[in-house]
Nanobody
């Protein structure tokens, strides 16, 4: 299995940028599809972005597309989420997730597409 640890969260103002990182340890990182999810206060955990094992394919939720960028470095066992033009509605706990199972792409938009999760990092965007 793989262990995931997120970092980089914090308190920022609307319009600012923030970079989240997720460090993975355990099995070969390149064997995992990676995703970022978030849970806003009073809401369920929702999809933000995902990247394929080889880093070629990416997908984003409609509300972050064009502002957030997911990237991975398989040599360093890390996946990052670059967040620009942050809005107060981006306030949430952000979770890194890893999947070792091959699914159709749409399954990776859901929590059930991932077997491993980090503990989360808080992002707060003030207006």
């Amino acid at each position: 299995q793989v262990q995931l640890v997120e970092s980089g969260g914090g308190l920022v103002q609307a319009g600012d940028s923030l970079r989240l990182s997720c460090a993975a340890s355990g099995r070969t990182f390149g064997n995992y599809a990676m995703g970022w999810f978030r849970r806003a206060p009073g809401k369920e955990r929702g999809f933000v972005a995902r990247m394929s094992r080889n880093g070629v394919s990416t997908n984003y939720s409609d509300d972050v597309r064009g502002r957030f960028t997911i990237s991975r470095d398989n040599a360093k066992n890390t996946v990052n989420l670059e967040m620009n033009s942050l809005k107060p509605e981006d306030t949430a706990v952000y979770y890194c997730a890893a999947s070792e199972t091959l699914y159709s792409t749409r399954v990776y938009y859901t929590v059930r597409g991932y077997e491993y999760w980090g503990q989360g990092t808080q992002v707060t965007v003030s207006s």
